[in-house]
């Protein structure tokens, strides 16, 4: 069973977060508008928060879950080097020497 959930991709890329951020502002910003006209004409403050709470809700669901549409640009990392190159190469610099001033 923990196999299951492991195996659930939880990461995003950095353009994913981008997208899921401007989705996010963007519902956020239409429910407060549809919102706040509705609450207007019908005098009624409560609608204006159930319809922003309901954008809420969606913009969480849409953004929140790794969903693949954030997940297409992936970062290529480098090549793992072996430990023994890097020795050498240290080995193989010269000492700088310092003028003295």
């Not at 963007?26 to 019908?42: D, E, P």
């Not at 204006?48 to 969606?58: H, N």
Request: overall charge positive.
């Amino acid at each position: 069973m923990l196999s299951v959930f492991r195996s659930i991709p939880t990461q995003m890329d950095y353009k994913g977060q981008k997208l899921a951020e401007q989705i996010f502002q963007g519902i956020i910003l239409v429910s407060a508008v549809i919102g706040f006209i509705y609450g207007y004409i019908t005098e009624q403050f409560g609608w204006t928060v159930y319809i922003v709470m309901a954008g809420f809700a969606l913009s969480c669901l849409l953004t929140l879950p790794p969903w693949p549409m954030y997940r297409r640009n992936p970062l290529k990392w480098l090549p793992v080097q072996e430990s023994g190159t890097e020795e050498k190469k240290a080995a193989e610099r010269k000492p700088k020497r310092h003028s003295k001033s």
